[in-house]
């Protein structure tokens, strides 16, 4: 899932349980394992290897927060969680994301064959579900959820600002390299996620020129670009109801024991 969606996650649970963190960078934590990636000697591998469960030192407690971020992954993409990644891409996964994506695959399929591009079924079921994670993230956006966006940004400066240095030790122990490298990262994202840039990503727009950039598309061939769109409007048809994702992912995460540090 993306950055607002974790935010949201972790928001819910909070009003579920009725605390809220007591520093707003819980939030950065939250969504750490995707924000870091934005460095280039920080790979989505190292951040996605924290064990899930495995009980932290006082000094780390917050790395907590990136941990909820990967059950909550592990519940979209396999719908359960573990103590540890499940590993490799899977087109075989049960999780939400790849349900509500499987009638995206033959559409898929059929806009790579127009446009003249060969896709596989696994990388047709992986487009599938990266599309489904994006429209789940601006449905959240586009129906109004309570400043969400205004949260993401006051924590993400929050923690550039007054807490960067315990973020930069925990998080980076938690992935193996070194604090510093660790502080760029979060300081590139800050300066990248600014609001216009953000705002603009939370469009129909938005999202489509994402989609055809990350899977290395053509951006000015006018077909890609109308097939691409036409999908994700679909995909957003198909995310609409978020209850069906938040409410089995929340009771997953609370069946295993799991507790944040609030």
């Known amino acids: 899932?993306?950055?607002?969606?974790?935010?949201?996650?972790?928001?819910?649970?909070?009003?579920?349980?009725?605390?809220?963190?007591r520093e707003p960078d819980a939030y950065i934590y939250n969504v750490a394992p995707d924000l870091l990636t934005i460095h280039p000697d920080i790979t989505s591998a190292m951040t996605h290897r924290i064990p899930r469960l495995d009980p932290l030192p006082p000094e780390d407690a917050k790395g907590a927060y990136a941990q909820f971020h990967l059950l909550v992954d592990d519940m979209s993409h396999y719908g359960r969680v573990g103590e540890d990644s499940p590993g490799e891409f899977d087109p075989g996964a049960d999780g939400y994301s790849y349900r509500q994506g499987r009638f995206l695959v033959p559409r898929l399929e059929e806009l790579h064959r127009r446009i003249g591009r060969e896709i596989s079924r696994s990388d047709a079921v992986y487009q599938s579900h990266m599309m489904i994670e994006m429209a789940f993230d601006l449905n959240l956006y586009l129906r109004g959820n309570g400043g969400l966006l205004d949260l993401f940004l006051m924590a993400l400066d929050e923690?550039?600002?007054?807490?960067?240095?315990?973020?930069?030790?925990?998080?980076?122990?938690?992935?193996?390299?070194?604090?510093?490298?660790?502080?760029?990262?979060?300081?590139?994202?800050?300066?990248t996620y600014d609001r216009p840039r953000m705002e603009g990503f939370l469009r129909l727009e938005g999202r489509t020129a994402g989609f055809i950039g990350k899977f290395r598309l053509d951006q000015e061939d006018r077909d890609t670009w109308e097939g691409v769109q036409a999908l994700m409007e679909l995909a957003l048809d198909a995310t609409g109801d978020s209850s069906g994702f938040l409410e089995p992912v929340l009771d997953a995460v609370q069946d295993t024991g799991f507790r944040l540090p609030l």
Do not use: Q, Y
């Not at 899932?1 to 963190?21: A, N, Q, S, Y």
């Open 1 to 21: 899932m993306l950055m607002l969606t974790h935010t949201w996650v972790l928001r819910e649970l909070c009003r579920r349980i009725g605390k809220d963190p």
């Open 159 to 191: 923690t550039v600002r007054n807490g960067l240095e315990g973020f930069s030790g925990t998080m980076g122990r938690l992935i193996g390299v070194e604090g510093n490298t660790v502080a760029e990262a979060v300081e590139r994202g800050r300066d």
